[in-house]
């Protein structure tokens, strides 16, 4: 086992998501493989410590381990699988996305005309996979170190993540995280959009009001949302939503009936059959799947 794996072995005490000392960073840990399931993913970046992860999206299919990472944009409704060997349980670095410090890096980045200028296809990627270079992957084993102090945390964490972004932006895959922070771009336009969908997702779903949030035409926004999300808005919606719920089933034991009434559903008959033909498998069996457990 090297170092980096033991150190952020310490920091997983448990499966799934582990905070840490620093605010915005976390571990995550899986001791089993699973095949492809449906995930909904945060913005931000995952670092692969040890395991190896498989994600599809639009039609697409990209590994990220441990010599690259994954840097998502926007939150994206995607599937994923896990692969872990025997003994060797998967482990990832999670770092929530920080726009304000994006955005004054790529300032002085810009300042010190060191932005390339890109197509539009590249700028509207909402993911993409990145090889960990040797000058980024010293400074995650530092970061890492750091977060098994508190003491460490409190005085250079935040440099640290920001040495870890200014290598990210550095990379010739970022031309989509300087379209967030740029005014007006369509990423940005649709990031804005995407913030109000996850903050009102119970609620009726009105697309008109969406384009106009996002400066657009009603057929200019459909168009551009379906080409960054590889969903349309009521998909992206009903994706949100069953995720949510799932997570109500496993983390809080709520009911079917109540999970369905938080996340926005009136009939539970068709929460229940969107769930299963989503998830494969019904909310009760989900719940029931976690009692077992």
């Known amino acids: 086992m090297n170092n980096l794996v033991e150190k952020s072995m310490a920091l997983a005490t448990n499966e799934g998501y582990n905070r840490t000392p620093l605010k915005g960073i976390g571990i995550f840990k899986a001791s089993k493989s699973t095949g492809r399931e449906p995930l909904c993913y945060s913005q931000g970046i995952i670092i692969i410590v040890q395991g190896q992860k498989r994600i599809h999206f639009n039609q697409q299919t990209f590994d990220y381990n441990p010599d690259n990472y994954l840097t998502l944009t926007l939150p994206l409704p995607a599937e994923c699988e896990t692969i872990v060997e025997a003994g060797e349980p998967l ?47 010293c400074v995650i084993s530092r970061l890492v170190d750091c977060l098994n102090s508190p003491l460490q945390c409190d005085i250079i964490g935040k440099g640290l993540v920001r040495e870890i972004f200014f290598h990210i932006l550095s990379s010739p895959q970022a031309a989509p995280l300087f379209a967030l922070v740029s005014h007006n771009t369509h990423l940005s336009r649709m990031e804005r959009v995407l913030k109000h969908l996850h903050n009102n997702f119970h609620g009726q779903l009105d697309v008109e009001q969406l384009a106009s949030m996002a400066n657009m035409s009603s057929s200019t926004f459909h168009r551009t949302f379906k080409q960054i999300t590889a969903s349309s808005p009521i998909q992206y919606v009903k994706k949100i939503r069953l995720g949510r ?19 926005g559903y009136e009939s539970p008959t068709q929460f229940s059959r969107e769930f299963s033909r989503y998830f494969g498998q019904s909310p009760s069996e989900c719940a029931r799947a976690l009692v077992e457990v």
Do not use: M
């Open 245 to 263: 719920a799932r997570e109500l089933l496993q983390d809080r034991g709520l009911k079917v009936k109540q999970a369905a009434a938080q996340v």
């Open 91 to 137: 482990l990832a670095l999670i770092i929530d996305l920080d726009l304000a410090i994006l955005n004054e890096l790529a300032r002085v980045l810009d300042d010190y005309g060191k932005i390339k200028k890109s197509d539009s296809i590249s700028e509207n990627k909402g993911l993409f996979v990145s090889q960990c270079t040797q000058a980024l992957s």
